[in-house]
């Protein structure tokens, strides 16, 4: 079995850069974070918009973000991780952790890099992709923390579980996996649906609509699902 390399070296920069931008905001004027929110906010609508528009079928991503959204409604989803969110924020005196977390989370782990990225690891020990995730994931985790605070660095839980779990899991079923193909409708509509999160996240930072993006994370497991289905069929 591997060892997660790639997913460490990730971390490592998340870790760097999200320290720095988080102890660099406190010294930035407010309008200067709140620019630097803007341009977050821009780029993550574009990102949003580059994933879901490779979608292969447009009516699975749209079955799987509308199931998705009443699934996380109907279970609370956003509700829960905010809470948590919260009991954690405690320790970093009160501050508010939850939109820092959610974003990272989401533009450290959906799209192709992260999926591709692990997988790869796993199959092969070659984590030259995470690498190169690991860099662009240097530089937008200190933005981030910049603008939203330290809740970016509780996104290197999630990248371990997510990214470090693919890792292993390619590793285990290599076997199964060795045809993987990144053109698999599977993983074609699970970046799409990312990309539908993602797009929801960047209007929720440009402050154009609140949306309760975690209940829209079941979305990400539907859309390979359905996609599977759909190819079967």
């Known amino acids: 079995m591997y060892v997660v390399i790639g997913t460490w070296v990730n971390m490592a920069t998340v870790l760097v850069g999200g320290s720095l931008g988080w102890a660099l905001g406190a010294r930035v004027p407010s309008r200067v974070r709140e620019g630097a929110t803007i341009g977050v906010g821009l780029a993550t609508v574009v990102l949003g918009l580059r994933l879901a528009l490779g979608t ?29 969110t919260q009991r954690v924020g405690r320790l970093f005196r009160g501050r508010p952790l939850g939109e820092g977390f959610l974003a990272a989370s989401l533009l450290f782990c959906v799209g192709p890099m992260a999926l591709l990225g692990a997988i790869q690891d796993g199959l092969y020990g070659d984590w030259s992709l995470l690498a190169a995730k690991s860099i662009l994931d240097g530089i937008s985790s200190l933005t981030l923390a910049a603008a939203l605070g330290p809740g970016v660095l509780l996104s290197l839980v999630v990248i371990l579980v997510y990214q470090g779990g693919l890792t292993v899991a390619a590793s285990l079923l290599s076997s199964h996996l060795a045809g993987f193909s990144p053109d698999a409708p599977a993983a ?10 993602v797009l929801a996240l960047g209007i929720t930072l440009l402050r154009l609509r609140e949306f ?9 497991v539907l859309a390979p699902l359905l996609a599977w289905v759909v190819s079967v069929l």
């Open 188 to 197: 074609v509509e699970l970046s799409a649906a990312g990309g539908a999160v």
């Open 56 to 84: 292969g079928n447009v009516l699975v991503l749209m079955v799987s973000v509308i199931l998705g959204g009443a699934v996380g409604a109907a279970i609370r989803l956003g509700e829960r991780i905010e809470r948590g």
């Open 212 to 220: 309760k993006v975690a209940d829209l994370l079941p979305a990400l």
